[in-house]
């Protein structure tokens, strides 16, 4: 399993930006990471999520608002969320997975850090 630290939630008005970030720890070989996101009484989604090989892929309501990206350290991602809409509100949690040094599959959740987007 990996550990999963988020950080970089909080309140905007619409039309604002931030940044979250997600660093992964462990002994493991992560080939995706990235983040969903599950407002009150709606699904979890999918936000966007960096596979193995660099393939980033977005929910369709982000694309061209918000990016992805590594970051220097490994396992490490930000995503940068700009022209929140009022409909981004929502618990953002990051996910890993991949597999152990043992070889075992895993998928890591982290806490989850709450995204607040207000008129």
């Known amino acids: 399993q990996a550990q999963l630290e988020e950080s970089g939630g909080g309140s905007v008005q619409a039309g604002g930006s931030l940044r979250l970030s997600c660093a992964a720890s462990?002994?493991?070989?992560?080939?995706?990471i990235g983040w969903y996101r599950q407002a009150p009484g709606k699904q979890r989604e999918l936000v966007a999520v960096?596979?193995?090989?660099?393939?980033?892929v977005y929910g369709d309501s982000v694309k061209d608002r918000f990016t992805i990206s590594r970051g220097d350290a490994k396992n490490t991602v930000y995503l940068q969320m700009n022209n929140l809409k009022l409909g981004d509100t929502a618990m953002y949690s990051c996910?890993?997975?991949?597999?152990?040094?043992?070889?075992?599959?895993?998928?890591?959740w982290g806490h989850g850090t709450q995204v607040t987007v207000s008129s």
């Open positions: 996910k890993a997975s991949g597999r152990t040094e043992t070889g075992h599959l895993f998928a890591s």
């Open positions: 960096i596979r193995s090989g660099e393939e980033t």
């Open positions: 462990g002994n493991t070989s992560i080939n995706l």
